[in-house]
């Protein structure tokens, strides 16, 4: 625990670097750049009786200003760098990396979404208890950063939310590898996720493309809905294909998926409907909640909120939100 604590503390803090690491010293300040696994260069015995020999591959636990510490599946043991190969893997690996790639640090990565991974695979095995046991290797959904540094992820299938460390996971590695996407496809993560959670739209169009994206939950039981959405829906269909546009995206949360369809239908609104099973990971993704229908937010075209009705339906009303979507493409 106090070594996770450690590397937690030198990952937050980590500040922005110019070129690779030329030294040990600098490659300790580096977790992301350490290498998952080196060669062990000379045969080495524990006092538990346990061994490894020369050649042997083994995991990097953590890299210090002296030595580097590693993880042969059981047992940690410190040896100096030069008992391994860790600095020619080193080099391998920044000399196919570009210099963006290179500087790109956890706490530069934090405040930019554009290159945070839907998905990152993690690297150790892990126990969640009740039966639910990860291996090295599990693919989990990227949620965000912990103020430690450590990453928020929730598992395939089940939903639990867990906390890894960063070295723990492929993100570098991932987002890295958006770094060389064109802009055009480095849409920030919320939108990219909010897009992963919806059925494709018929005409091929993305939340990513629009100006402005408007999160709707209403249903034909509640009059207030019914009043508004075809309100929605005509100013949706009047800017449809224009310059400045918005695309309206209809949770579903609580009613069944018939029932979302139909109000829709009866409405009018040509809005973007969850996948099968993932209206509520996008309540959760989005924070939408209220206690009188309908919700409404309004984003701009990277997720940031604009404007959004209050809990009680009454500070901020739809109608006023939909005003001020009507004063923004006007502009």
């Not at 309004?298 to 809990?311: C, K, M, R």
């Not at 939909?322 to 493409?329: A, D, N, P, S, V």
Request: hydrophobic share 40%.
């Amino acid at each position: 625990m106090i070594l996770i604590s450690a590397l937690a503390m030198l990952i937050a803090s980590s500040p922005l670097f110019a070129g690779p690491p030329s030294t040990l010293e600098e490659l300790a300040a580096r977790p992301e750049l350490w290498p998952t696994e080196v060669i062990v260069k000379r045969d080495a015995e524990f006092h538990n009786g346990a061994s490894i020999k020369a050649g042997q591959v083994v995991k990097v636990q953590e890299v210090r200003t002296t030595d580097v510490i590693l993880d042969n599946g059981s047992n940690y043991f410190p040896l100096l760098v030069e008992e391994t190969d860790l600095m020619e893997r080193l080099a391998i690996m920044v000399s196919s990396m570009t210099p963006e790639q290179i500087d790109l640090t956890p706490a530069a990565l934090q405040e930019q979404t554009r290159l945070w991974p839907l998905s990152v695979t993690s690297r150790i095995d892990l126990s969640l208890g009740d039966g639910l046991d990860l291996p090295a290797g599990s693919e989990f959904a990227l949620k965000g950063f912990n103020p430690d540094g450590s990453v928020v992820l929730s598992t395939r299938g089940s939903g639990a939310v867990v906390a890894m460390q960063l070295i723990h996971t492929d993100l570098m590695t991932r987002a890295r590898e958006r770094l060389e996407l064109p802009v055009e496809q480095q849409a920030p993560f919320f939108i990219r996720s909010l897009e992963s959670m919806l059925e494709p739209a018929a005409d091929g169009s993305t939340l990513a493309g629009s100006d402005y994206v408007v999160l709707y939950e209403g249903r034909d039981s509640c009059p207030r809905s019914s009043a508004f959405a075809p309100v929605l829906a005509a100013l949706h269909n009047r800017t449809f294909g224009e310059e400045v546009d918005f695309e309206v995206v209809h949770l579903a949360a609580i009613d069944s998926r018939e029932e979302h369809q139909a109000h829709l239908a009866k409405t009018g609104l040509a809005a973007r409907i969850s996948k099968e099973g993932q209206g509520q990971d996008i309540v959760t993704l989005t924070g939408m909640r209220g206690e009188v229908l309908p919700y409404v937010y309004l984003l701009d075209h990277e997720g940031n909120v604009i404007a959004g009705t209050s809990p009680d339906g009454e500070a901020t009303s739809p109608g006023e939100i939909l005003e001020k979507l009507t004063e923004l493409l006007a502009e």
